[in-house]
């Protein structure tokens, strides 16, 4: 027969399950009486609820059928009819439900049936007859019905019966509610009696099991109490087991936690002894060295190393300080940075690292007899506050236990308080060594600053006299920069005069002479046949005067635009291939007529291109050329091209501009210049000879614009001239400009302080005797109406026969409303437009005509050479712009692109 463990389990589950038992029990019985009582609940709910409706749903469908018929006979309007209609259909359903609901009640089965035999007397001996009558407009004999109350006594009497039946429903409701009430109290009564019964069965139950175990309980505290009293863990004394249940194994629980509690008491011992060896030791080393002989008293190992984290050494993170069983370089490495290799890993990931598996070529333990591979190897960080301060690492023969490493994790963190500690000293003492030695030369300082200070007392009596001469001085300075600001203001208001007055004199030198060189240029073509030679001749002086009278306003503005530093230049790639070419077909013919030789000198090795501002290079040439020519009465005038080079030439290289340069070299035979005029050469309005018995013309602007034009370009000029001999100009410029993109303001020498602002720079047009006879009665050109708007007459006259000879239809107008007036009436093919004008001038007439007329090409004819006039041109609607004199080729040019674009 198997035998049956009463265990501490099994005794506490028995008396557990007598309770349980007997709590099952009873909470079934109680859900069955709880569930009977939730039935009839809502059995007297329900049943009362419904005949209460239903009842009152018949008392309603009676006075709907009363209502209805009253209405009916009093109105005759059928829809009163309809509560009667609907309330007669319905109130026998309504009686139906009503007598299901009191199956269970004979007497209540017989008034209800009473009820209807008197709503179905009713309706047949007074509802219908009534409203039949009524049909049938027989109100003597309703009224007579009325007058009876035979209907109203019926309908009474129903109400009542109603009425008695709803009490009776009434009396029975509160019966069942009583009767429930009752049966309540019978459950209340039930579940105390339970209840107690319950209370009585778990005390039993309790008492009996706790009194099997508490006996056992109490023999093991009592035998704890006597080890805790006779001296803690450390005590012999063991618990007698006598029983085979949970408390004898609690014993026995109880006799190993007392070893345990032993031995951790004498481990605690050995990290105490630790912890107090330390107090005197001041020096990192010597710590390492005292903690790893003392540690290899407490655990077997055979090898061992410390390594301590030091901020001196830019290499390493961690020194070795001390090692066990070797010198302390001999064995292992000697640093080792964060992360690196597994105690450098150990460090930073703050972890244990073990191995129980060593390879045979690891570090060797040796002695006197051998040498061996250890079997294990312990790497522990020693961490504090969160830093590891320094790694430990050991190696045994044997694999370690697990007391020894509890033990090595209980001296980890005293031990990393105080590595803290002696590394914190030791940063103290050579904190304050150096402090002691800062503060020596301190005091060596402080004596020399004394003697300084002496001496700064004696200079600084000194400054305070200077310094009252300076700020004597800055009043003065102050006092002159205000008078120079007042200097500076007038000499701007005085450019701003003088600006004004330029573009003025521009306009009115150009109009007139606009006329004359289109009357002369006409007139020296003799396209009519009818002018002798003289008379041709006189034509061509007035055309050549006209020519030269332009390059003279030219060269005025342009000297205005050098003082002003508004000079532009374009850099852009020129090929000096072709200026041989130019300037032999522009002086060759001139030196002719002198009978002067012109040699043109190309040197080899030249580059193609550079790169400069070709306009402003062929200005500087010609202008040189010219005035060689002019200068030179016999002889030869030369003009050369080379490269700079290292010798003593005209064209040496210059330190102060790029290697890589170029030489435009011009060279005669002629006058000269005297040494005393060499450097005055180059101002404006200067000549070598200025008296009035002068033999040679021209207004000395040439040099001064040549030479300004040259630093533009990044260049230089030289002249090297001796009197009656000969002059030789040079002009260097850099063959690879950097500054190809820049468009160059430079501040000249001769721009004055004051002249900060001046007016834009003047836009020249050169003017040269062009023939338009090869384009005479162009197809483009014939029988397109053109209308020429100016208001000065000599304007009118030059253009028109020009403008025939080509073909064209020729309109003019004075004002630029009589321009506006013909546009409405007639058609033209182009507009060229003057702008200053009385009355109406062209930028407004421009503005108007474009509101009706936007493809018309307009094109800006005015004496206003600037280039601000050019852009108020475009903005008010010009379609081009083209400044006097004109050039007749030019004007052609301009009028074909835009009348082959119309």
């Not at 469908?61 to 059928?78: A, C, D, K, L």
């Not at 009474?156 to 069942?176: K, M, P, T």
């Not at 605690?268 to 990192?284: F, R």
Request: aromatic fraction near 6%.
């Amino acid at each position: 027969m198997l035998k049956i463990k009463w265990n501490l389990q099994m005794k506490i589950l028995v008396g557990y399950l007598i309770v349980i038992i007997f709590l099952i029990a009873s909470i079934g019985m109680i859900h069955y009486r709880i569930s009977a009582m939730q039935a009839e609940i809502k059995m007297i709910t329900q049943h009362d609820r419904d005949i209460s409706d239903l009842t009152n749903k018949l008392e309603a469908h009676v006075i709907n059928m009363e209502t209805g018929q009253r209405g009916f006979v009093i109105t005759g309007n059928n829809i009163y009819l309809e509560p009667y209609t609907q309330a007669r259909l319905n109130w026998e359903d309504t009686y139906n439900l009503l007598l299901d609901e009191v199956a269970d009640n004979p007497k209540q089965i017989q008034n209800l049936k009473s009820i209807h035999s008197h709503i179905a007397k009713w309706i047949t001996t007074n509802g219908d007859p009534i409203i039949e009558l009524k049909r049938a407009n027989l109100e003597q004999l309703i009224a007579e019905s009325f007058n009876e109350n035979v209907g109203i006594k019926q309908i009474d009497n129903i109400r009542a019966q109603v009425g008695s039946f709803r009490d009776i429903e009434n009396e029975l409701s509160s019966a069942r509610i009583s009767a429930q009430n009752q049966n309540n109290k019978m459950l209340v009564t039930y579940l105390y009696v339970v209840g107690f019964l319950l209370i009585v069965l778990s005390l039993i139950s309790a008492y009996v099991t706790s009194k099997t175990i508490v006996r056992a309980i109490k023999d093991i505290m009592t035998a704890i109490q006597e080890i805790a009293i006779s001296g803690g863990g450390n005590s012999g004394r063991r618990i007698q087991i006598k029983t085979q249940d949970e408390i004898g194994e609690l014993g026995k629980a109880t006799n190993v936690l007392l070893e345990e509690h032993q031995q951790q008491s004498i481990l605690l011992n050995q990290v105490g002894d630790m912890s107090t060896m330390y107090h005197e030791i001041k020096d990192s080393v010597e710590l390492s060295e005292r903690f790893l002989a003392k540690l290899s008293t407490i655990i077997e190992f055979q090898y061992g190393a410390i390594y301590i984290q030091s901020e001196q050494h830019n290499s390493c993170m961690y020194i070795k300080t001390a090692s066990y069983a070797g010198e302390t370089g001999s064995i292992g490495k000697n640093c080792f940075l964060l992360g690196e290799g597994l105690v450098g890993q150990s460090a930073k990931d703050k972890k244990i690292i073990e191995l129980d598996t060593v390879p045979s070529d690891y570090v060797k333990i040796d002695s006197a007899l051998g040498e061996t591979s250890p079997h294990s190897i312990y790497i522990m960080p020693i961490v504090f506050q969160g830093i590891t301060l320094a790694v430990l690492e050991i190696a045994s023969l044997y694999k370690f236990t697990t007391k020894d490493k509890m033990i090595l994790k209980e001296i980890a963190e005293p031990f990393g308080a105080v590595v803290q500690s002696v590394l914190s000293h030791m940063e103290i003492q050579k904190l304050f060594s150096e402090s002691r030695h800062l503060n020596e030369e301190l005091q060596v300082h402080a004596e020399e600053l004394e003697t300084q200070s002496e001496e700064l007392r004696s200079v600084n009596n000194q400054l305070e006299e200077q310094n009252h001469y300076i700020l004597m001085k800055s009043i003065e300075a102050e006092n002159s920069r205000i008078e120079m600001e007042q200097y500076a203001r007038q000499a701007k208001s005085n450019s701003n005069y003088k600006s004004q007055f330029l573009a003025t004199m521009s306009h009115e030198l150009r109009t007139p002479l606009n006329s004359m060189l289109l009357f002369s240029q006409f007139l020296e073509e003799n396209n009519n046949g009818n002018l002798n030679e003289e008379e041709l001749g006189y034509a061509k002086y007035i055309h050549s005067s006209g020519l030269d009278l332009l390059n003279l306003i030219n060269d005025i503005l342009d000297l205005s635009k050098v003082e002003a530093g508004m000079m532009n230049v374009v850099l852009e790639p020129v090929n000096i291939t072709e200026l041989p070419h130019i300037m032999n077909q522009h002086f060759a013919s001139l030196a002719e007529k002198k009978q002067l030789e012109f040699n043109i000198i190309i040197e080899p090795d030249l580059p193609n291109l550079i790169v400069t501002d070709e306009s402003r290079l062929q200005q500087i040439l010609k202008n040189l050329i010219s005035n060689a020519i002019k200068f030179t009465n016999k002889g030869s005038v030369e003009f050369r091209i080379q490269k700079s080079v290292n010798d003593k030439s005209v064209c040496k290289v210059d330190s102060n501009l790029p290697q890589e340069t170029i030489c435009f070299i011009v060279k005669d035979t002629g006058i000269g210049i005297a040494a005393a005029h060499l450097e005055r050469i180059f101002e404006a309005f200067h000549q070598a000879d200025g008296t009035i018995e002068r033999e040679y013309g021209g207004t000395g602007l040439g040099l001064s614009i040549s030479r300004q034009l040259v630093k533009l370009l990044g260049g230089a000029i030289y002249v090297d001239s001796k009197e009656n001999e000969g002059s030789t100009f040079t002009v260097m410029l850099p063959i690879n400009n950097s500054k190809l993109d820049l468009l160059t303001d430079v501040n000249l020498d001769m721009v004055a302080a004051a002249k900060e602002e001046l007016t834009s720079e003047v836009e020249e047009e050169t003017i040269q005797p062009l023939s338009y006879e090869s384009e005479v009665y162009s197809p483009l050109f014939k029988g397109k109406r053109v209308l020429i708007v100016d208001d000065d007459e000599r304007n009118l006259l030059a253009l028109t026969p020009p403008l025939k000879s080509k073909g064209m239809d020729v309109i003019t107008a004075h004002t630029g409303q009589q321009a506006i007036d013909l546009i409405h009436k007639q058609d033209f093919d182009i507009v060229l437009m003057d702008i200053m004008m009385p009355g109406m001038n062209g930028l407004d007439a421009i503005k108007i005509i474009r509101n009706v007329r936007t493809e018309l090409p307009i094109i800006s004819v005015t004496a206003k050479a600037m280039i601000q006039d050019r852009m108020e041109s475009l903005e008010a609607g010009a379609s081009d712009f083209i400044s006097k004199p004109l050039n007749l080729e030019q004007l052609f040019t301009i009028m074909r692109v835009w009348l082959s674009k119309s």
